[in-house]
């Protein structure tokens, strides 16, 4: 989608003119406002609770604008707080952020209507329909025209293929039908910017692969989304950037390959005699040589892996398979967020 | 499936503008509408206002059964009395009678849930978010609460009406200083009772609107505004009290009755108009202090 059909869905008192479609990159903070800035900024955000725990630790967050990215770090890590100071229902102890380039609380009723959002799992009035649902919080918005309400609920309800269920009780969702809707409530009308807490929490495989395919969809129509997860499987298949989470702290922020280069590349050889498979990985000076059952590896370092195969193959070591895997994100992770970090789910 | 529809979803600002902007005026009662429906529709409340309406009945027909005898002048309370010679009189020993317990309670199980219960669903970081303003939400809920305060005083008085005119004769009302004025006088005095009546539980709304605001258990807050005026009750009634007896959230509560004097006693009227005033000021500042700067982590 072209930014010029983005900007039709946006209000006029931000032109985003010479937007490309290109992912900015993270070091493209602290644009002035009104430019086609990042679409979060904060700066030293820092959450004290009363007991005097430290949820949030002076965190420095760079979305770029159409961004997905992707917020990731254990349970208690500080997410969940980070995101509701962003919408203004947290106030930060210090620290301040920007959405969409207009400095946040003052701006909270000119910018919230353009941000869509899920925090913390759905909620919504159990005696009620999804679609009465819906209605109740759009006659809460006094930016959202009541003449199309129908329409946008309607519409709404339809893409997160809900409209079926539309008129029975919430009580009766399934927990999938529950987290739609509260997906579909985001969507009540178009968006700039969707936060979205922990979207694919509690669903069953079929419903998070819904949910990752409805959050592409939305990305693709130019929409940045801010995603948070505990799951490094889901940011690894919709998300462009990422920021990692560690007690409070952000301990990386970047494109998902930024983080993927942080891993140091290996060789891994499969074959029937892993020792001498390994002597020759050490006669070659490669570090950090390690043998297994039917495998040997070592640290790639800069030599070519085509030349390591030919030299195995010319000292006998029959190579059954040969391979350069990177340490996994998941290793990745593991190692930025410490222990306890749930990468399976 | 989506992108076309999500399209036509997007006239939403510009065709929306292009049609002409929608007033606040628009956007205040449309959320009014909601949050009243909220109230309404909910069986829990309907159920109270039913028993609101039962109430009336029930002690029409007790004093039916019991009328022949009088029962004597002296021990019945206020109006009940008067009852078997004017049906109107059901009206006001009803609001009497209802005022002691299940018109306040009625009034803090709406108010008590009216941000606890947003609060312990979750519902209400997602009204915040939206944003449908704190300071805004703050005001239409108060403002729910009240009209709900009036519609329980008319389901009283209009029941009550309805029981007294089938069970007794209904006629001119002979009002407590003796004089006697005609039916029509008598039922817009009734209509004023029930405003006082109304405006004495509104101030108590926003004791509990100030209430519910503090926690997210809306039983809780439901709790605490009873104890509240149930404490206030039994001061009002130890005399070694009486320095603070008119200080009371519930002291001006039956003051009503200056209603039914000819002349009207004024300065106990306004006494009372003034103590509500008074309440539901202080106590609306409480909870917008408390709202407005509250963390919502629920």
């Known amino acids: 989608m072209t930014s010029a059909s983005r900007a039709a869905g946006q209000r006029d008192e931000i032109s985003f003119g010479s937007v490309d479609d290109q992912p900015m990159p993270a070091a493209a903070r602290s644009q002035p406002p009104g430019a086609a800035g990042p679409a979060i900024t904060t700066s030293g955000l820092t959450k004290r609770f009363r007991g005097g725990q430290v949820a949030v630790d002076g965190i420095d967050l760079a979305v770029p604008h159409g961004a997905v990215y992707g917020f990731l770090g254990p349970n208690g890590s500080g997410k969940t707080t980070t995101i509701r100071m962003l919408l203004g229902l947290v106030h930060p102890t210090s620290g301040s952020h920007e959405l969409l380039g207009v400095p946040m609380p003052a701006g909270t009723n000119t910018i919230l209507p353009r941000v869509g959002s899920l925090v913390e799992g759905p909620a919504f009035y159990s005696q009620l329909s999804g679609r009465a649902n819906l209605a109740r919080f759009d006659a809460a918005d006094r930016t959202a025209d009541p003449r199309t309400a129908d329409a946008r609920i309607r519409a709404a309800l339809d893409r997160v293929g809900l409209l079926s269920a539309a008129r029975k009780h919430y009580r009766a969702y399934s ?12 969507l009540l009308r178009p968006r700039e910017l969707l936060i979205l807490d922990e979207p694919t929490n509690g669903l069953d495989p079929q419903g998070t692969r819904e949910v990752r395919g409805l959050i592409r969809d939305i990305a693709a129509d130019g929409t940045t989304v801010f995603v948070s997860s505990h799951l490094l499987a889901e940011v690894e298949q919709i998300c462009s950037h990422v920021g990692v989470m560690r007690t409070g702290r952000l301990v990386f922020e970047g494109t998902l390959d930024d983080l993927r280069s942080r891993g140091t590349a290996r060789i891994l050889v499969r074959t029937a005699q892993p020792a001498g498979a390994a002597e020759v990985l050490a006669k070659l000076g490669l570090a950090d040589v390690r043998t297994g059952e039917h495998e040997a590896s070592a640290q790639l370092g800069g030599q070519a892996p085509e030349e390591i195969c030919a030299q195995l193959v010319h000292s006998g070591v029959p190579v059954a398979g040969l391979a350069t895997p990177r340490p996994s994100l998941e290793d990745l992770f593991v190692e930025l967020t410490g222990e306890g970090f749930r990468v399976d789910g | 499936m989506s992108t076309a529809e999500v399209t036509s979803a997007r006239p939403d600002h510009p065709a929306g503008r292009a049609a002409g902007p929608v007033g606040p005026v628009i956007h205040w009662i449309r959320f009014l509408r909601s949050e009243l429906s909220l109230i309404f529709l909910r069986w829990r409340n309907l159920a109270l206002l039913a028993v609101l309406a039962a109430i009336p009945v029930l002690i029409g027909i007790a004093l039916k059964l019991s009328s022949p005898g009088g029962g004597g002048d002296g021990q019945g309370p206020a109006f009940f009395v008067q009852v078997a010679g004017n049906g109107v009189f059901l009206a006001l020993a009803s609001l009497n009678v209802l005022l002691i317990l299940v018109l306040p309670l009625t009034v803090a199980v709406v108010a008590g849930d009216s941000v606890a219960g947003e609060a312990g669903h979750g519902t209400l970081r997602y009204l915040l978010a939206i944003p449908a303003g704190r300071a805004r939400l703050l005001g239409i809920k108060y403002a729910a609460l009240v009209i709900f305060c009036l519609a329980a005083c008319a389901v009283v008085t209009v029941a009550a009406l309805l029981i007294g005119a089938a069970l007794f004769p209904v006629g001119p009302v002979t009002l407590l200083s003796g004089t006697t004025i005609s039916l029509g006088a008598g039922l817009l005095r009734l209509a004023f009772v029930a405003l006082y009546v109304a405006a004495a539980m509104a101030a108590l709304a926003a004791i509990g609107l100030a209430i519910s605001a503090f926690t997210e258990h809306p039983i809780g807050a439901i709790a605490a505004i009873m104890v509240l005026a149930l404490a206030s009750e039994v001061s009002d009634s130890v005399p070694q009290f009486a320095v603070v007896h008119p200080y009371l959230p519930t002291h001006w509560w039956l003051s ?22 008074i309440y539901a000021v202080i106590f609306g500042a409480i909870a917008w202090a408390r709202f407005s700067t509250a963390d919502v982590t629920s």
Do not use: C, E, Y
Not at chain 1, 175 to 186: C, F, N, S
Not at chain 2, 256 to 274: N, Q, T, V
């Open chain 2, 256 to 277: 009503f009755d200056a209603l039914l004097r000819s002349p009207i006693a004024w300065p106990d009227l306004w006494h009372g108009l003034a103590s509500f005033g």
């Open chain 1, 175 to 186: 927990l999938g039908m529950k987290q739609r809707l509260a997906i579909a409530a985001g």
